[in-house]
């Protein structure tokens, strides 16, 4: 089975590219940019060292990321909410079931976080607008205040869309297993067969908890009209306390011809792995199956006791770690020679970027984020599963 | 060397740490206002002085021109560039903003910086040996370094520091002192020599080449009014940092001294081996906060603008331990540290005679509770012995 997670660092790669595209468009070569950056601002994107005054003068021309400005809001249940988002012109446009990062500051700190497109690549295309939708992440440190601070004309900062690109083709029968939020990249999968008058056999199997908590009900109805071959099975699982129905191996017998279909699955990972083993048991084969991740949000373990697996993205490397020695102690064991100073957490030689996971700063005993952000090895012991740029 | 019992050195360390924790826990929107505020005005300040400067045959735009200029510069090295490259402002997880990618206008480069600043002069803060930041290796501002007759004309050494202090601090990490001694090789350096050579071209392009074409027709006060800046910074940077360390009141420590220390002794060390300058606040901003050295010292990592709120709290500490907690005004600074430069020049028999107040290590001469070490008071019988059979 394939998988699409998101791994990568969206926001560095986002930058990356959108100075690229600025620049491309732009008379002289990149490299001649990138030479003269360097020799008059002491960076590569000579166009970042202007953003402090562009930004301050219009929020729509900040080059560090993709602006976007909020349109509409519209609440899809009492936790979740689809944002309508005019991307600059520059953004790159996007595949359905694609991926974007949300970048925001709040109380002075960027945070990246990833979200699906919900909608069909059309209304990039047509009137230059996305739509991303969001739920609520119950002591989420981003999305419970996304929901509350953005308001219609509000510039939210946006990456380059990433992620596989599932593209609908003809042809070929179509079961899609989705759970709460997970019907984000499904929505734009399901439009984008729409816009192009597929008539694949579909069957979606959405799972919520009740009624109330479908999120894309609007859309789901007007697909279910543009898309006669579409067999929406919206199951409110917990709707019934007394006689719950949640994902069992007699929805998927009521399944026709579920052998020759091709499954696409988001959702809860419980959910996602459960219906990995009912399909395996049904006879579809691994290759007929992809699914994606992290549509749920991330997951935020937060364990008591310090230690975990340490990754060393670079080296490719990764350590259990027991939670009594400092990551620098735990790099160095490992064979690696990350750049130090003091190791007492004055001079910050060591710092270095993690991508994933929580560590605690033995000075003060706060943990971090999960987030990606710059931490100082020679202090921080990891608190579960942490990725470092090492 | 002021001295503390193992006790006093533990409940020191956790009377700062305090100070510290809060500072950290409070950062937010704020700081990352107040340095997106200076970072515009450095850019306003940059190319309005650089857009002024080809009308520099007009003597106002000229002198206009040149000022604003230097002033970016000041602002560039001494509050956003230093600052950032200590880590204060990571924590927002702003790649501009970050202290492992931040690359500063000036000739040293942003990896030696952090080797020999970050590193070596805030952990070995004032040990002579270990702190080449204590007299730059041009300069004797101790007895514990033995008086040869060059030392009469070190004032000439401290007045081209003073010029060409970005040059200075390029080479630095050369350490040329050593290769003269035979201690380390030039095939050692040969990196360094190759970061600082495009470095520093790429400065000297800038300002000497780059922009006196651009406006070719007046290339020349365009050059004349570069250097100007330069040199405004220089002087005015130079005199900040020399404010730090080389002031009357400010010890400095034997190698002995500080073997295996604790966090505490090295805090006592920060506190008593740092000196501030008063004035009013704009200076502290154009100080980058080194207005506040001591503070800087301690907490090498808080955003600096927060040193002139946490003052009061430093200085209660200090006066809680009974240490001399050294601030005056500018003026009577920098005239103190003159005077270092002056009486160490001297052999020491004749520096005791015409400046008995730099006997000794050097620590707070009229400070009431002013409790020499025993290692200080040995130290300077045995140079005074030595100077006599000289």
């Known amino acids: 089975m394939q998988e699409s997670m998101n791994t990568d660092s969206g926001m560095n790669r986002g930058q990356d590219r959108s100075y690229r ?8 070569g990149r490299e001649t940019w990138r030479w003269l950056g360097q020799q008059l601002f002491n960076r590569e994107n000579p166009a970042m060292y202007f953003d402090p005054l562009l930004e301050s003068i219009n929020p729509l021309w900040a080059q560090r990321y993709i602006p976007a400005r909020v349109e509409a809001i519209e609440s899809e249940t009492h936790d979740s909410k689809t944002l309508t988002l005019r991307p600059a012109r520059r953004w790159g446009g996007f595949r359905a079931g694609q991926h974007l990062n949300l970048e925001v500051e709040k109380d002075g700190r960027w945070y990246s976080r990833p979200f699906s497109l919900s909608c069909a690549p059309s209304h990039w295309e047509q009137d230059g607008t996305i739509t991303v939708t969001i739920k609520k992440v119950a002591d989420g440190e981003i999305t419970p205040w996304l929901l509350e601070n953005f308001e219609p004309g509000d510039v939210i900062g946006i990456s ?7 593209t609908p083709e003809p042809g070929y029968p179509m079961l899609f297993i989705t759970g709460g939020s997970g019907i984000t990249p499904v929505l734009s999968q399901l439009e984008a067969m729409a816009d192009r008058h597929l008539r694949n056999p579909v069957t979606l199997l959405y799972f919520v908890r009740t009624e109330a908590d479908v999120i894309g009900g609007r859309k789901l109805q007007a697909l279910a009209e543009r898309l006669p071959n579409l067999d929406l099975r919206i199951v409110a699982a917990e709707q019934d306390p007394q006689n719950p129905d949640h994902l069992g191996p007699h929805h998927l017998q009521s399944v026709e011809g579920l052998t020759e279909r091709e499954c696409f699955l988001c959702g809860p990972p419980g959910l996602m792995k459960h219906a990995q083993n009912l399909l395996a ?11 994606t991740l992290f549509a749920v949000g991330p997951g935020v373990v937060v364990t008591e006791d310090a230690g975990g697996t340490v990754h060393f993205s670079r ?31 004055i001079c910050h030689q060591c710092a270095c970027r993690k991508t994933s996971g929580i560590v605690i700063n033995q000075q003060t005993g706060q943990p971090s984020g999960h987030g990606e952000e710059t ?16 | 060397m002021q001295k503390l019992s193992e006790e006093q050195l533990e409940n020191l360390a956790q009377d700062l740490d305090a100070i510290r924790n809060e500072q950290m826990a409070d950062l937010g929107q704020r700081d990352a206002d107040y340095i997106r505020g200076i970072i515009r005005l450095h850019r306003t300040l940059e190319f309005g002085g650089r857009a002024m400067m080809p009308l520099g045959f007009i003597p106002p735009f000229f002198l206009a021109g040149m000022t604003s200029l230097g002033i970016a510069k000041i602002l560039e090295n001494m509050e956003i560039g230093h600052n950032v490259m200590h880590g204060q402002y990571d924590w927002m997880n702003d790649p501009e903003l970050n202290s492992q990618t931040y690359e500063w206008d000036t000739i040293c480069t ?4 952090k080797r020999t600043h970050n590193y070596e002069h805030h952990t070995y803060t004032n040990i002579i040996g270990k702190d080449r930041d204590y007299g730059y290796a041009v300069l004797r501002l ?3 370094t033995p008086w040869e007759p060059k030392h009469l004309l070190q004032m000439i050494n401290f007045i081209n520091l003073s010029i060409f202090f970005q040059w200075g601090v390029g080479v630095h990490e050369l350490e040329f002192e050593k290769l003269r001694s035979g201690e380390v090789t030039l095939r050692e350096k040969a990196e360094f020599l190759r970061d600082f050579a495009r470095k520093g071209g790429r400065q000297v392009f800038k300002d000497y080449a780059f922009y006196p074409a651009l406006t070719l027709p007046v290339a020349p006060i365009v050059i004349a009014g570069n250097f100007g800046a330069n040199l405004i910074r220089n002087l005015w940077a130079s005199s900040v940092i020399f404010c730090g360390h080389f002031t009357e009141g400010a010890e400095n420590f034997s190698e002995e001294e500080c073997e295996n220390e604790s966090r505490g002794h090295w805090y006592l060390r920060q506190l008593t081996g740092s000196s501030n300058f008063t004035g009013p606040n704009w200076v502290y901003t154009l100080s980058g906060h080194l207005s506040h050295q001591i503070e800087h010292h301690v907490f090498p990592d808080i955003p600096a603008y927060r040193y002139r709120e946490i003052s009061p709290q430093v200085q209660a500490v200090c006066e809680k331990y009974g240490l001399h907690y050294n601030a005056d005004s500018f003026p009577r600074q920098y005239a103190t540290v003159l005077k270092r430069v002056a009486a160490f020049s001297l052999p020491d028999r004749m520096r005791e005679r015409l400046f008995p107040e730099f006997r000794g290590d050097g620590g707070p001469a009229e ?4 409790t020499r070490s025993l290692v200080g008071r040995l130290r300077s019988r045995v140079s005074n012995t030595l100077s006599a059979a000289a």
């Not at chain 1, 595209?21 to 002289?28: F, Q, R």
């Not at chain 1, 380059?160 to 599932?166: C, P, S």
């Not at chain 1, 006879?283 to 007929?288: A, I, K, N």
């Open chain 2, 142 to 144: 101790e007895d514990e």
């Open chain 1, 375 to 390: 931490i100082q090895l020679c202090i921080n012991v990891p608190q579960g599963a942490v990725e470092l740029e090492l």
């Open chain 2, 367 to 370: 400070s009431p509770d002013n």
């Open chain 2, 110 to 113: 942003a990896d030696s910086w």
């Open chain 1, 281 to 291: 048991d049904a006879g579809v084969s691994d290759e007929q199956i992809s699914s």
């Open chain 1, 21 to 28: 595209s600025v620049l491309a468009k732009v008379g002289p």
């Open chain 1, 160 to 166: 380059r869309a990433y992620g596989e690109d599932h």
């Open chain 1, 315 to 345: 080296s490719d490397i990764t350590v259990e770690s027991a939670g009594d020695r400092r990551l620098l102690e735990e790099a160095e064991a490992a064979g690696l020679n990350p750049r130090y100073g003091c190791r007492m957490g």
